[in-house]
């Protein structure tokens, strides 16, 4: 039986994929269960309220949400949800990210959108909090993290050489 998933991982278009994905690479090397599905704002509204407010009871626990230009998604999701909300801001070729994350940064008080940086760093960075956020809970994500951390500094440490 597949697991259940413990992070909704959304975005506004297919065309955001190939930054979300690096979200979706990086809960993989960490064992993370995730879905991952098209919802949007502007073009499914009655999906993403549906989709936001049963999540809970479908057993997620973290929603990852990323869109770019009119950034609404992210925003939308947390007004419909309690679960903690990682809002990634797809860079947009007008204006090359500000908006997504102008749209998504600012949210009002009361209802947080934890943001992340533009592209895809802020896509993998948003399933590396997502690990954090479980790990809280979940002692098998807790230990993948730490032996990422530990890799990620003796990676630095063996190769110390800039021009190598
Ligand atoms: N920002 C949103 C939302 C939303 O916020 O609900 N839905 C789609 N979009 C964004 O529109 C951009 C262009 O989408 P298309 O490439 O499909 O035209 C994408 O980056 C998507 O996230």
Known sequence: MAQQAQVGLIMGSKSDWPTMEHAATVMDELGVAYERRVVSAHRTPDLLSDYAREARDRG??????????????????AAHTTLPVLGVPVESRALSGLDSLYSIVQMPGGVP?????????????????AAQILSLSDAGVAQALQAFREKQTQ????SPDPAD
Do not use: S
């Open 60 to 77: 997620l626990q973290v929603i990852i949400a990323g869109a770019g230009g009119a950034a609404h998604l992210p925003g939308m999701v």
């Open 113 to 129: 959108v934890g943001t992340l940086a533009i592209g895809k760093a802020g896509a993998r960075n948003a399933g590396l909090m």
């Open 155 to 158: 990676d630095v440490l063996n």
